[in-house]
């Protein structure tokens, strides 16, 4: 791993180097195949030590900044802050590429499912006026409705009748 280290305010002592050095060796196993570049940025204003970490690694960019009394616990919790973001980046990554489901996604096996088509409904219709035409004239409203059947009333016998086309184009007459 590569590091550079930038100090605003502060001189960039060899014991801050081996601090920051030492926390990216007990993280560096998150790190393998890719070298990773980090930019240490420690600055000091108005008694507060400021640390800011910039890394590259795997085509990504991670960041962290965190501002203590103290440099050393700064560092260290800059540094923790990465490897939290280091460690979400890796595991997203390995998710990715074993294409790993959650568990409430498994894919069980099909099993043989009967399909259950639903039962036809029944609709009632009231008030149908059965007028009296002869079957002749029931015939030609059949022609020039949209409707297959019609229910009349014959008026040669007076009866309900019904009067419906076929599937081979002729119409079929029922008598009570």
């Known amino acids: 791993m590569k ?6 305010h502060i001189e960039v002592t060899p014991a801050l ?3 920051v050095e030492d926390h990216f060796k007990r993280v ?3 790190f393998d195949g890719k070298p990773a570049k980090a ?3 420690i600055e000091v204003e108005r008694g507060r030590h400021r640390s800011e970490v910039v890394m590259n690694w795997r085509n990504e960019v991670l960041t962290a900044a965190s501002s203590h009394s103290d440099m050393y616990q700064s560092l260290t919790r800059t540094i923790g802050k990465i490897e939290t973001q280091a460690r979400r980046l ?4 390995i998710d990715k590429s074993h294409k790993a489901r959650k568990t409430g996604e ?4 099909a099993e043989e499912v009967p399909v259950v088509l639903p039962a036809p409904k029944i609709i009632k219709v009231n008030g149908v006026a059965a007028k009296p035409m002869t079957p002749e004239e029931a015939a030609m409203e059949i022609e020039d ?3 297959r059947f019609i229910v009349f009333r014959n008026s040669r016998g007076g009866r309900i009748a019904v009067l419906y086309r ?3 184009g002729d119409f079929g007459l029922i008598q009570p």
């Open 3 to 8: 590091f550079d280290f930038t100090g605003r």
């Open 17 to 19: 180097r081996t601090h």
């Open 28 to 30: 560096d196993h998150l």
């Open 39 to 41: 930019h240490v940025i």
């Open 90 to 93: 890796k595991d997203k990554v």
């Open 106 to 109: 498994a894919v069980l096996p």
């Open 145 to 147: 409705g949209i409707n």
């Open 166 to 168: 076929r599937e081979d």
